[in-house]
């Protein structure tokens, strides 16, 4: 399998989408369910800079979340806000 060089893995990042959403319920794992500004419930996990550094996300917090395109049902809780 070949390695992506550096430019490749930031082209895969730019195909995501950001939203900002609030924690409406926390699940084991570090799952939340987040309900974004458009209405759609997310299932999303903590990003792994956020479990490194043991932040906090409880319920009723802001937080912005990155989606993929293809899967928009789940995603990856980047930071509170």
């Excluded at 990003?47 to 912005?64: F, T």
Aim: charged share 30%; hydrophobic share 35%.
């Amino acid at each position: 399998m070949k390695k992506k060089n550096r430019h490749q893995e930031m082209n895969d990042r730019e195909d995501r989408m950001e939203l900002i959403g609030k924690v409406i319920e926390s699940l084991p794992g570090t799952l939340f369910e987040v309900k974004t500004s458009t209405g759609q419930i997310v299932l999303a996990t903590l990003s792994g800079k956020m479990r490194q550094n043991h932040i906090m996300v409880l319920p009723g917090d802001d937080v912005i979340i990155e989606v993929s395109p293809y899967d928009t049902s789940r995603g990856r809780i980047m930071r509170r806000k």
